[in-house]
């Protein structure tokens, strides 16, 4: 059998116009296999049927399908695989947590027993957290500007991400987070808009929003609301990179304080890793974009973020080409763009060298070429060991920040998030391909959970104890 990806061709096929034979011969031609050939109905002169076929690549499916629009007869309705069939009908749907089987039931969910519920939140709109959805839902807002690696494709594009992420926020963290996709890029009106949506969630968590806007959206909003503010873009990203750090230093036998660190692409996800890394203790990084590395004595008036950037970093002042700054560096963290490394540049880094080259699809280095040369590596892809995943950190975090209650997110918190996301590996698991749990760790988000919830109560920012921590 020919291996590749599996897809279902719905045809709509003229009786006694199409042998089966003809099919097999043109899925055998372009190097595929028919799985199977299944009745979905029967029609007066025709029949439509799926035709599941495994095939080599895209190109292969796209021959099969001019082949099959050629054959006399055959018309093709529609090709899906099983990712688009994971997608009909969307991912998501809501169900009630009570039934309602009598009157009685009717009377208390709804009028007029409801009216009890409705004027003590008057009261006291605190118990709003106690009786209403508000105590463990999270809005994931977007206006699809920069959705995964793909751009600004707009609100609608942006959904089946937002789904997705819903999806792993039950699935992880128990989580129930409804997507908000804005038909609007302006700054104030986002702002605007959450505002007013707020009093029904706990959490905010803003997703795929373009660097710099998204860094004055998530600050206005912290200003604003009760309800911590979460961009998992920025900080989700430096959490889990925080994490990977931490062990992947304990890996090669050097301190965090100790480390020479080259952080490309500073957007949103390379500044919150930047402000992460110097929270914990790392004390030399240099930041580099397309203009070069950033330093204190430029200026950078299309980016004011880079202003405020260069103040913080680069403490010597490094300047030249990304080989020049690589060159004698412990660390290269890549959030940027594909293939801007080469080996040489690697090669001029010190003594077990740690690479976290997260650029999707493309990393800034092919691992191949690289992996003798390092002694860490990781990447943003599941097809390598070390993927650094949003996934660790977004579920648990917002469980404890919802089982605390807390009012806004901290910086500790963040820290402890990371030390908590690092510590789920045991010391004796550690190994240069092992510095990070995998997205299927059951231990990551509880373990995650607590720790947050106990820095909010440390902070002062939480305004429940949860029963764990009691």
């Known amino acids: 059998m020919a291996t590749g990806i599996q897809y279902i061709i719905r045809l709509h096929l003229k009786r006694e116009m199409v042998p089966f034979r003809q099919l097999v011969e043109l899925v055998d031609a372009t190097g595929g296999d028919i799985i199977a050939l299944d009745l979905v109905r029967a029609e007066d002169d025709r029949t439509v049927r799926d035709l599941t076929v495994v095939v080599p690549s895209p190109d292969h499916l796209k021959r099969l399908e001019e082949a099959l629009n050629r054959l006399p007869g055959t018309t093709i309705e529609n090709v899906s695989d099983r990712t688009f069939l994971m997608h009909l009908g969307g991912k998501i749907e809501v169900h009630p947590r009570i039934q309602v089987k009598t009157r009685a039931d009717l009377s208390h969910i709804y009028t007029p027993g409801v009216a009890r519920v409705v004027e003590a939140i008057a009261q006291d709109p605190n118990k709003a957290f106690q009786l209403t959805m508000k105590r463990n839902t999270v809005a994931i807002v977007t206006d699809g500007t920069a959705i995964l690696g793909l751009g600004h494709l707009g609100p609608k594009a942006a959904l089946p991400v937002m789904e997705g992420k819903s999806v792993l926020f039950k699935w992880l963290g128990q989580v129930d987070a409804i997507p908000i996709c804005l038909d609007t890029t302006d700054v104030d009106e986002i702002v605007e808009t959450v505002v007013r949506i707020a009093p029904a969630f706990g959490g905010i968590n803003l997703e795929d929003i373009s660097a710099p806007r998204c860094f004055e959206i998530e600050e206005k909003l912290q200003a604003r609301l009760d309800i911590p503010v979460f961009h998992d873009d920025q900080h989700g990203t430096a959490i889990v990179i925080l994490a990977g750090l931490m062990n992947a230093a304990r890996v090669v036998g050097k301190r965090l304080e100790d480390l020479r660190v080259v952080v490309s692409g500073i957007g949103a996800a390379g500044t919150a890793t930047t402000d992460l890394l110097l929270a914990a203790g790392v004390r030399d990084i240099v930041g580099y974009d397309r ?35 690589m060159t004698g560096a412990d660390v290269f963290i890549g959030v940027s763009s594909g293939n801007i490394l080469s080996v040489e540049d690697v090669e001029a880094m010190a003594p077990d060298p740690i690479l976290f080259v997260m650029a999707n699809p493309d990393p800034e280095i092919q691992p191949e070429l690289v992996q003798s040369k390092v002694r860490v590596l990781a990447t943003g892809r599941s097809d390598y060991p070390n993927q650094i995943n949003n996934v660790l950190c977004f579920p648990g975090l917002f469980r404890g920040l919802l089982d605390s209650r807390a009012s806004h997110i901290t910086t500790h918190m963040k820290l402890k998030a990371a030390e908590a996301l690092a510590g789920v590996l045991r010391p004796e698991e550690l190994s240069a391909e092992y510095i990070i749990p995998s997205v299927f760790n059951r231990d990551v988000a509880p373990r995650v959970a607590q720790a947050v919830s106990r820095a909010a109560e440390e902070d002062g920012v939480a305004r429940r104890v949860p029963p764990s921590l009691r």
């Not at 203009?291 to 300047?319: C, F």
């Open 291 to 325: 203009e070069g590395p950033i330093v204190r004595t430029r200026r950078y008036p299309h980016r004011p973020t880079w202003d405020q950037y260069a103040q913080k970093t680069n403490p010597h002042l490094r300047d030249g080409s990304l080989h020049d700054i």
